[in-house]
């Protein structure tokens, strides 16, 4: 199909903000490609060139596209920067200067599809010595070719910002109305297929050849599977409620998600919650597994935390987040900031997929074939009660060991892959609130462009009088009725910018803001020595002089507080 077929595609599909309009308009083009044998042109609606499960990434970053454009265009790097700043997406500024490219007759040579899927399939496999240079080469041949609406989408799918507002539900619902009859059981069958297999390809090619075909899609271990999320409960009593008695409580360990994958051929892979294959950073989770797990073959849903070798205490996720990260002297790690996994939950064993089976049948299988040992791997703590009391004190328990509270779940309830669901709860301690002054801010991108989308917050050092950073806030709404909006916020502070670097700024510390947090961590990052974890500002308090900001001495006493967990 040629390229620019696609883009006129992508942009009715920017064009209509209606979810229906735009199942219409993506089913004509899958209407188009059902009898193709390669279905692929489905990724680059996605924004992609592979599978959603497939770990693979461009590896491209802003300025790379702004080099390669300036080597496809001729046009200086300082006026690609300067209009990128003003309109804030790379990709429009891609179509903005080909279209004033002098030589704008030159696109004889016709942009296809499969030439955009081979040159960005290119893209990951490069590595070593010229890495950077073949890159550019693999994009400036697209953009010398391409029209100014198809450097647009390059650039834009380049960057993983397609902004065509499509996501998984109208792409499923467009192959519904493709190939298929459009009831609640087919769109379950459908989304559920989806869930598994993590591929739109692979679910459009068994839509075309019917229900049956879509219904036979399964997990395969060794493909990274999006883990079930939970909804919060206010209290135990509330969890009852929502789950049913007995409630089966376990323990919410403050760690990373780990899914853990052994296939047929023994192969073992481990992905994180994003999906991203962190195997080699674990050899440690590999060696446990080995172990400790008894069966040929699993997908083993599991929580990775972090103790203090000395204390035997667990320790918080920021501990241990670098270990996630590292890639070069992974063993020095493993020694340093060690882990225990806590698995809570089977989807695979031996060859049959177990996600239609109830929790009950799940935990117990977990149990028989995990071999408990502390501080390598384990099953989660967990106690099955219709008792509050008991569910109660076993809450308090979770708090004093350290960790974040309870998860309560259904016992007869199935694991669904990818969605937010109503029978596991996640319950713990009410959130917090700081009064803290602004002192940064960053430039945002998009809807955002030209506000401040990003606000550092800071502390008052109670003896020097200076302003700590000690966070981050950002995802503050458009609108007013919404609380505090980003672009009211930019209005006050703009007056009060001492200094721009790029699209971050300096400001001077006047705005006092409430911010609701989790909790407070040690951190390196920040100079009050501390880092709020997941910090949301909450309103301005015009009422509040700085005078009125928390200290770091607060700071301190709250993060002790949190350690001791008085509060409870
Ligand atoms: P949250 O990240 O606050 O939405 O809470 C859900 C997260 O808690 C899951 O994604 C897991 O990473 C984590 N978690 C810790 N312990 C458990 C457990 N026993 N069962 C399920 N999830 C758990």
């Given at each position: 199909?040629?390229?620019?077929?696609?883009?006129?595609?992508?942009?009715?599909?920017?064009?209509?903000?209606?979810?229906?309009?735009?199942?219409?308009?993506?089913?004509?083009?899958?209407?188009?490609?059902?009898?193709?044998?390669?279905?692929?042109?489905?990724?680059?609606?996605?924004?992609?060139?592979?599978?959603?499960?497939?770990?693979?990434?461009?590896?491209?970053?802003?300025?790379?596209?702004?080099?390669?454009?300036?080597?496809?265009?001729?046009?200086?790097?300082?006026?690609?920067?300067?209009?990128?700043?003003?309109?804030?997406?790379?990709?429009?500024?891609?179509?903005?200067?080909?279209?004033?490219?002098?030589?704008?007759?030159?696109?004889?040579?016709?942009?296809?599809?499969?030439?955009?899927?081979?040159?960005?399939?290119?893209?990951?496999?490069?590595?070593?010595?010229?890495?950077?240079?073949?890159?550019?080469?693999?994009?400036?041949?697209?953009?010398?070719?391409?029209?100014?609406?198809?450097?647009?989408?390059?650039?834009?799918?380049?960057?993983?910002?397609?902004?065509?507002?499509?996501?998984?539900?109208?792409?499923?619902?467009?192959?519904?109305?493709?190939?298929?009859?459009?009831?609640?059981?087919?769109?379950?069958?459908?989304?559920?297929?989806?869930?598994?297999?993590?591929?739109?390809?692979?679910?459009?090619?068994?839509?075309?050849?019917?229900?049956?075909?879509?219904?036979?899609?399964?997990?395969?271990?060794?493909?990274?599977?999006?883990?079930?999320?939970?909804?919060?409960?206010?209290?135990?009593?509330?969890?009852?409620?929502?789950?049913?008695?007995?409630?089966?409580?376990?323990?919410?360990?403050?760690?990373?998600?780990?899914?853990?994958?052994?296939?047929?051929?023994?192969?073992?892979?481990?992905?994180?919650?994003?999906?991203?294959?962190?195997?080699?950073?674990?050899?440690?989770?590999?060696?446990?597994?080995?172990?400790?797990?008894?069966?040929?073959?699993?997908?083993?849903?599991?929580?990775?935390?972090?103790?203090?070798?000395?204390?035997?205490?667990?320790?918080?996720?920021?501990?241990?987040?670098?270990?996630?990260?590292?890639?070069?002297?992974?063993?020095?790690?493993?020694?340093?900031?060690?882990?225990?996994?806590?698995?809570?939950?089977?989807?695979?064993?031996?060859?049959?997929?177990?996600?239609?089976?109830?929790?009950?049948?799940?935990?117990?299988?977990?149990?028989?074939?995990?071999?408990?040992?502390?501080?390598?791997?384990?099953?989660?703590?967990?106690?099955?009660?219709?008792?509050?009391?008991?569910?109660?004190?076993?809450?308090?328990?979770?708090?004093?060991?350290?960790?974040?509270?309870?998860?309560?779940?259904?016992?007869?309830?199935?694991?669904?892959?990818?969605?937010?669901?109503?029978?596991?709860?996640?319950?713990?301690?009410?959130?917090?609130?700081l009064d803290l002054v602004?002192t940064?801010?960053?430039?945002?991108?998009?809807?955002?462009?030209?506000?401040?989308?990003?606000?550092?917050l800071s502390c008052k050092d109670d003896?020097?009088?200076?302003y700590l950073e000690i966070g981050?806030?950002?995802?503050?709404?458009?609108?007013?009725?919404?609380?505090?909006?980003?672009?009211?916020?930019?209005?006050?502070?703009?007056?009060?910018?001492?200094?721009?670097?790029?699209?971050?700024?300096?400001?001077?510390?006047?705005?006092?803001?409430?911010?609701?947090?989790?909790?407070?961590?040690?951190?390196?990052?920040y100079?009050s020595?501390f880092?709020l974890?997941?910090?949301?500002?909450?309103?301005?308090?015009?009422?509040?002089?700085?005078?009125?900001s928390a200290t770091l001495k607060e700071i301190?006493?709250?993060?002790?507080?949190?350690?001791?967990?008085?509060?409870?």
């Amino acid at each position: 199909m040629n390229y620019s077929d696609l883009c006129k595609v992508y942009e009715d599909l920017e064009k209509n903000p209606s979810r229906l309009k735009k199942t219409e308009i993506l089913s004509q083009l899958l209407k188009k490609i059902k009898h193709e044998k390669n279905k692929e042109i489905i990724y680059l609606i996605e924004g992609k060139v592979f599978p959603d499960y497939c770990e693979k990434e461009f590896g491209i970053s802003e300025q790379l596209c702004i080099k390669a454009l300036v080597k496809s265009s001729g046009i200086s790097k300082e006026k690609i920067v300067s209009e990128w700043r003003k309109i804030g997406d790379l990709g429009k500024v891609a179509e903005e200067i080909t279209s004033k490219k002098k030589q704008n007759t030159l696109f004889s040579h016709k942009l296809t599809t499969e030439k955009i899927l081979k040159n960005l399939k290119r893209l990951p496999e490069l590595q070593g010595k010229g890495t950077v240079d073949k890159k550019l080469s693999l994009i400036s041949e697209l953009l010398t070719s391409a029209s100014p609406i198809e450097a647009k989408y390059i650039i834009r799918t380049l960057l993983n910002d397609l902004r065509i507002g499509t996501g998984p539900g109208t792409i499923r619902d467009s192959i519904i109305a493709t190939c298929l009859k459009k009831d609640k059981e087919t769109t379950d069958a459908v989304q559920s297929a989806y869930d598994k297999a993590n591929d739109f390809v692979l679910v459009f090619e068994r839509a075309c050849k019917g229900l049956k075909s879509i219904k036979s899609i399964n997990l395969t271990p060794g493909h990274p599977l999006k883990a079930m999320l939970a909804l919060k409960a206010e209290n135990i009593q509330d969890g009852f409620k929502r789950v049913g008695k007995p409630a089966v409580f376990e323990y919410k360990y403050d760690g990373f998600r780990m899914m853990i994958n052994k296939d047929e051929k023994e192969d073992i892979k481990i992905f994180t919650r994003r999906l991203d294959n962190v195997t080699s950073q674990f050899p440690d989770v590999v060696q446990y597994v080995k172990q400790h797990i008894k069966a040929k073959s699993f997908i083993i849903d599991s929580e990775a935390v972090g103790f203090d070798k000395k204390t035997r205490r667990y320790t918080s996720f920021q501990a241990i987040s670098q270990r996630i990260k590292r890639k070069h002297n992974i063993q020095e790690l493993v020694k340093k900031l060690p882990i225990e996994i806590n698995a809570f939950d089977i989807l695979y064993y031996n060859g049959k997929s177990l996600a239609d089976e109830s929790f009950e049948k799940r935990t117990k299988l977990l149990r028989k074939i995990i071999e408990n040992k502390r501080f390598h791997l384990k099953t989660a703590h967990q106690l099955i009660t219709s008792n509050e009391k008991q569910a109660k004190e076993f809450y308090k328990q979770a708090l004093k060991d350290n960790q974040e509270g309870v998860m309560i779940k259904n016992l007869k309830s199935i694991y669904q892959p990818g969605a937010r669901v109503g029978h596991m709860l996640k319950l713990k301690p009410a959130e917090n609130e700081l009064d803290l002054v602004i002192t940064g801010g960053e430039y945002g991108k998009g809807k955002r462009a030209g506000y401040l989308a990003s606000f550092t917050l800071s502390c008052k050092d109670d003896k020097t009088n200076e302003y700590l950073e000690i966070g981050k806030a950002s995802g503050l709404k458009e609108k007013k009725q919404e609380g505090l909006s980003f672009i009211e916020l930019t209005k006050k502070i703009k007056p009060l910018i001492t200094k721009e670097i790029g699209r971050k700024v300096n400001i001077k510390p006047k705005i006092v803001v409430t911010i609701r947090y989790q909790n407070i961590q040690r951190s390196p990052t920040y100079k009050s020595g501390f880092a709020l974890r997941f910090p949301r500002i909450i309103q301005l308090r015009p009422d509040r002089s700085l005078k009125d900001s928390a200290t770091l001495k607060e700071i301190k006493e709250d993060y002790k507080r949190h350690e001791l967990k008085i509060r409870y």
